[in-house]
């Protein structure tokens, strides 16, 4: 294998030559690329194929890596021919900027981050239509221009909104409807705003949303004419308008410690939800024209804390907590029957693309991980080779890589077999089986 072990053993490129590449860059998309949170419709689904369906035992191919990202938590996201993430540098949260080789472009600041309790940075960057969106553990959403970094706007939702800090930060990671930046800060009389995103100007406010926020990034779901804003706050499920910020519906549901950190998933008018500790997930069945839910099932086992849940195929999958003791589940979405359960890689985060699950367990090991009730179970696996502390980070997979992030180091495998071709189009890979 060959790797770069530090951004820092690698030449900066002269000024004249990032300027050169970013412009290029900018004008280049891929139908693989992975620009937000949990990928390109954000349900943790990449539509790449001709991926490997085994990897050595040592791995995949580590093709590159660094390790002075400073601290954090956040993924990383694939536009074009850049990549970011963010890291915790001094008291600021930093924007860090790579080419594929994993040659650093730049690095900017976004304001202070967290230092407080498990310190390091939480939001996962959103890219859209040339501009890179972050918010920071204390609330401020900032703008960057992707291609150079240079900051656009910034919004202070502690000062403008009444935000409620959190005991261990924000973490939202934005979503961006149409010409709106999506935010949950949490005031008393400012649950959700929509800015404007290309000037950060506030377009509507939902003042009927009163709870603190809940450690959750929020869902785009279509439903009865309408796009539907679904999120967690510190207590309850909430589906808003995302036209006008009409609150339609508030579903409660208590978590520990307050932390309803899985993003909702949904697929055909049922949304999937859980959170960790024990508490469970709950199926819920939202109605026709997406003003009410009906809740129709609860199940025990799959209580994930903060890793995720994927839906694929008419079945929920991901890593439990406290109930089944860090095995993977495998739901019937319409039932809540268990139709499956493995170790896989112990309690973590998952991925999927092209018939696998990609998981990255909190006791760093990657897993590759049949997607089916049928052989639900583990195929190949690795340690993690870089970086410290916990192993939180959601994987990675764009344009046939695999993108790690371990606190202040990032690695880049190669996940290609032979038949590998770039992505054109999203697949149809969801009907119910």
Known sequence: MTHRTSALHVPLLRPVLIATFVIAAGATTFAGDWPQFRGPARDGKSPEKGLLDQWPAEGPTLLWAVEDLGHGFGSV????????????????????????????????????????????TRATPTIDDGRLYVLSAHGRVACLDAITGDEQWGVDTQKKFGARVLNWGMVESLLIVGDKVICTPGGKKAGMVALDKKTGETVWVCRELTDKSGYCSPILIERGGRQLIVTFTAAALVGVDAANGELLWRHPRKASYDIEAVSPVYENG????????????????????????????????????????????????????????????????????????????????????????????????????????????????????????????????????????????????????????????????????
Not at 100 to 108: H, V
Not at 289 to 317: F, N, P
Request: net charge positive; charged share 25%; hydrophobic share 30%.
């Open 270 to 433: 049922r949304i999937y939800v859980t959170s960790g500790y024990g508490v469970g997930g709950d199926m819920l069945e939202l109605a026709k024209d997406g003003k009410s839910v009906t809740a129709k099932w609860h199940d025990d086992k799959l209580d994930c804390q903060i890793g995720g849940v994927i839906l694929h195929k008419g079945h929920v999958y991901g890593a439990s907590d406290k109930s089944s003791g860090g095995d993977w589940i495998c739901l019937n979405l319409k039932t809540g029957e268990v139709a499956a359960e493995t170790r896989a890689v112990g309690k973590g985060s998952i991925t999927y693309a092209d018939g696998m699950f990609y998981g990255y367990g909190e006791n760093g090991q990657i897993g590759l991980i049949k997607a089916s009730p049928k052989d639900f179970g583990l195929v190949s696996s690795f340690k993690v080779p870089k970086g410290k502390r916990q192993n939180w980070a959601h994987p990675t997979v764009a344009n046939g890589r695999l993108y790690i992030r371990h606190g202040s180091a990032l690695m880049a495998f190669d996940i290609r077999s032979k038949s590998w071709k770039p992505a054109t189009t999203r697949p149809a890979d969801d009907a119910t089986e």
């Open 77 to 120: 996201v694939v536009s074009g021919k850049m990549l970011y993430t963010t890291g915790l540098k001094g008291k600021d949260g930093h924007v860090f900027a790579y080419d594929l080789d994993g040659n650093p472009l730049w690095d900017k600041p976004y304001g202070p981050d967290w230092s407080g309790s498990r310190d390091g």
